[in-house]
């Protein structure tokens, strides 16, 4: 298995990029994301747009993609952890071989500082989290703004 990692020094170009969020998109099945949102984060990752950084893992066998994870940098300390594991998908061909969990351990490994990352209550993924010593220390809860709320559509204030 080889690792390639991508960062600000080493970034992938823009088919590189497509191919790891349309893996990511794939492999992630029913916990994904768009792929527009996808590759936001790996623009954020290696630095091409205006944010703290992160990185991204890509293993590969025989340069078939095996496991795509990508971590960003939070900006932050203490409160809020220094590092968001955003994503992290192996081929479902690969599944059970242990590349995850090494995917895991090198992020865990390299990243400086502490590390968060959502995962649903019924993801089988979330037994392997426990395992490298992820926690539950909160209940994650979102507001969503109202399309008529969002940026650029503000609603009126009244007091």
Do not use: W
């Not at 970034?11 to 936001?40: N, Q, Y």
């Not at 954020?44 to 893992?57: E, I, N, Q």
């Not at 203490?78 to 090494?102: C, D, M, W």
């Amino acid at each position: 298995m080889k690792i390639t990692r991508y960062d600000e020094h080493n970034k992938p170009g823009p088919e590189e990029k497509k191919a790891l969020a349309a893996f990511l998109f794939k492999h992630l099945g029913d916990f994904s994301d768009d792929t527009a949102d996808i590759e936001k984060a790996i623009n954020y990752a290696v630095k091409d747009t205006d944010s703290p950084g992160g990185f991204v893992l890509k293993s590969t066998q025989d340069d078939f993609i095996t496991c795509v994870l990508v971590v960003t940098r939070t900006g932050m300390t203490g409160f809020v952890p220094e590092n968001l594991l955003v994503y992290i998908a192996t081929h479902s061909a690969f599944r059970g071989q242990g590349i995850g969990r090494k995917m895991m351990q090198l992020a865990l490994e390299t990243a400086q500082g502490n590390m968060a990352l959502h995962v649903e209550p019924h993801n089988r993924a979330r037994r392997l989290y426990e395992e490298l010593g992820f926690t539950n220390k909160y209940l994650e809860m979102r507001y969503i703004k109202p399309q008529e709320e969002a940026p650029g559509n503000p609603s009126p204030l009244s007091c």
